[in-house]
């Protein structure tokens, strides 16, 4: 099994621009999360989704959006990138609502200039 | 919500020593604790966890403690390696709560 794929591993955008990052399971996990995570600190959660359909906010939504049409896919996607969306951002998976392991991706590091 | 804080945020121990790191969380209810080691440019991977309903949980070298009328859970690691030199985290749910809420992360250096 291939666990958690995400891509890219690396981006620059630039001000302005937007993106989407890729994140793809094959688990069959119905709870999948985005976070992101600042040099030195923990992870922030951005939006997580329990299920298809069905997508909710976390901690640090602004300036993000997400969808999940399928259990495998849940993209996050960042409209007019600012400098304070530089960050690496994890996607992570679970098979249990709480309560249970979660299988992360292995990240991707955007850079925004 | 929960809040779940960890200390400490920097640890360097020598080869062989032990090493102990602390989480307190907030949330009576959290009754689930994982511990995720994160090597450098890789994603959180699950190296130990404990349910609220055992105090203590070991594998090998490895070790958590539980308190549930502290509300704290730590990390214990034994006879440290190089390779045990990594950022750990500490996170606490419940059953239900659909997302886990995560520590800031220590540091583990161990120096040859």
């Known amino acids: 099994n291939a666990g958690v794929t995400q891509t890219p591993k690396f981006r620059i955008l630039k001000i302005g621009q937007s993106m989407t990052l890729q994140c793809t399971q094959d688990?069959?996990?119905?709870?999948m999360y985005w976070y992101r995570q600042d040099p030195g600190m923990g992870l922030k959660l951005i939006y997580y989704s329990v299920g298809a359909g069905i997508t909710d906010k976390g901690e640090v939504p602004n300036g993000y959006n997400v969808s999940r049409s399928t259990t495998e896919d849940f993209p996050l996607r960042l409209e007019l990138a600012a400098p304070s969306q530089t960050s690496v951002y994890f996607c992570?998976?679970?098979?249990?609502?709480?309560?249970?392991?979660?299988?992360f991706g292995q990240g991707t590091r955007l850079t925004v200039v | 919500g929960e809040n779940v804080e960890q200390h400490p945020s920097t640890l360097s121990v020598q080869e062989g020593d032990s090493a102990v790191i602390k989480c307190t969380y907030s949330d009576s209810a959290s009754n689930y604790f994982p511990w995720y080691k994160q090597e450098l440019g890789k994603g959180p991977q699950l190296i130990i966890d404990?349910?609220?309903?055992?105090g203590e949980k070991k594998d090998q070298r490895i070790a958590v403690t539980l308190n549930k009328t502290a509300k704290h859970f730590s990390l214990h690691i034994t006879e440290t390696q190089p390779e045990d030199s990594a950022v750990y985290f500490c996170?606490?749910?419940?059953?239900?709560?659909?997302?886990?809420?995560f520590g800031d992360g220590t540091t583990l250096t161990v120096k040859p």
């Open positions: 996170a606490a749910s419940r059953t239900n709560a659909g997302k886990s809420t």
């Open positions: 404990i349910r609220s309903n055992v």
């Open positions: 688990m069959n996990h119905n709870y």
């Open positions: 992570a998976s679970t098979q249990k609502e709480g309560a249970t392991e979660a299988f």
